[in-house]
């Protein structure tokens, strides 16, 4: 009796533990950039210009054409670098797709999708699924590197062993311009708070907790820097915290606002001497992005103090042989110093038999009622292991553990 009540225990405690293998691949911005198409691709894909050109392709009174919304919402993958594996359906379709706390609404294209973009990736068949529901309502997603329109559904999804039962999610069937051509994932998961959505029901991990899915309601992330197979492999692990993964104690920060991950943070310094937020500022902890933003007056401080030079479409060289020399970057969250060496903050590329280096930090203007948002991406997040919990509202990161 005991062994079998040992057994089913095991079973319940594995099921709700879910850890997520998580690809990194080069960004959409370092493939356009070995291929010269950048600086082309950021001048027809500013945000305004966008909407102009490609409103009359949506329904009037969209909501997310507003023109300045991207100044509102930090929707921007052209550097997401880490995605995983779902599954949608009955037999499962398989999609990937990047894990992103930056947002809250899952989605994949649609067979029905016309868009050169979707002709690219995995599209999901509804007519093959045998667990679909038509929801019939239009939604728009407007990204900072492309805009998308889709109709809602609710469908079964799987991330690994872990099933989740009527899962509202979008399918997409217009994604104008060339923003995810690109893109090595097919779609996109968020794992912010629901008043982020803008697809209407829950959010995946709100499902999840609803449906008493997980053990806790928390997830976390590890992210590797291997891009070989040495070294532990990325991850999210839903349900909980690896030990193994980090170092020291968790230091919790609390929630400030509940619709991106927001945190205050008390400072941020160049050698421990200048601070660019005496003040404290607040900071959004995003897994969608690759670089850590700021606002443009703190961002070109922070360029000058390290040397880097501007680019004629806004990125920032900084000269390889002086890596060595470059100063420390600090960041103060709850009384914790998060130091980043310039060997951590600089993006190293190669292109033919030429090596460059550009700044891990970009200048990005985003308001919040608390003041201007501060962007900690996957720069930050590679060196500290970060924790999401919802239960309680907070954040906490301890020190990744990475092979020496």
Not at 42 to 57: G, M
Not at 103 to 111: C, F, G, H, N, Y
Not at 175 to 196: C, H, I, N, Q, T
Not at 373 to 381: M, N, P
Request: aromatic fraction near 12%; glycine fraction near 10%.
């Amino acid at each position: 009796m005991w062994r079998l009540v040992l057994v089913l225990l095991w079973t319940w405690t594995s099921s709700a533990l879910l850890r997520v293998p998580l690809k990194r691949v080069h960004s959409i911005r370092s493939q356009l950039r070995v291929h010269g198409l950048l600086e082309e691709f950021l001048k027809e894909h500013r945000p305004d210009a966008f909407n102009r050109r490609y409103a009359q392709c949506f329904p009037l009174g969209t909501p997310s054409l507003r023109l300045g919304r991207s100044s509102e919402k930090i929707y921007n993958f052209m550097d997401a670098q880490y995605y995983g594996e779902i599954t949608l359906g009955t037999p499962g379709q398989n999609f990937s797709v990047v894990f992103d706390t930056g947002s809250s609404d899952l989605w994949v294209p649609s067979t029905y999708c016309v868009s050169q973009a979707c002709a690219v990736h995995r599209r999901f068949k509804a007519f093959d699924s045998s667990s679909f529901y038509h929801d019939g309502r239009t939604f728009g997603i407007h990204y900072g590197s492309g805009h998308l329109l889709g109709v809602m559904a609710r469908e079964t999804l799987k991330i690994g062993s872990l099933t989740t039962m009527n899962q509202e999610f979008g399918e997409s069937v217009y994604e104008p311009g060339s923003a995810f051509v690109r893109a090595k994932f097919d779609g996109v998961l968020g794992l912010g708070y629901p008043v982020l959505a803008e697809i209407l029901g829950n959010p995946v991990f709100d499902n999840m907790l609803a449906q008493k899915a997980l053990d806790e309601p928390i997830f976390s992330f590890f992210l590797s820097r291997r891009t070989s197979s040495s070294g532990p492999e990325s991850e999210l692990l839903l349900g909980g915290k690896d030990e193994s993964l980090y170092s020291g104690p968790i230091n919790w920060l609390p929630v400030t606002a509940k619709g991106y991950w927001q945190i205050k943070m008390e400072s941020v310094s160049v050698q421990g001497a200048v601070s660019l937020c005496p003040r404290g500022c607040q900071a959004i902890v995003d897994t969608g992005t690759s670089l850590i933003a700021g606002p443009t007056v703190d961002i070109i401080s922070l360029h000058q103090l390290i040397g880097a030079t501007p680019t004629s479409i806004g990125e920032f060289l900084i000269d390889c042989v002086r890596m060595s020399s470059l100063p420390h970057v600090t960041f103060v969250l709850g009384g914790t110093e998060y130091t980043l060496t310039p060997e951590q903050y600089v993006k190293k590329e190669t292109h033919g038999d030429k090596e460059f280096c550009f700044s891990g930090f970009q200048a990005v203007d985003m308001v919040s009622p608390q003041g201007p948002l501060w962007i900690l991406g996957d720069v930050f997040l590679t060196e500290f292991y970060s924790i999401f919990d919802r239960g309680q509202d907070r954040v906490g990161f301890a020190f990744a553990k990475h092979p020496a």
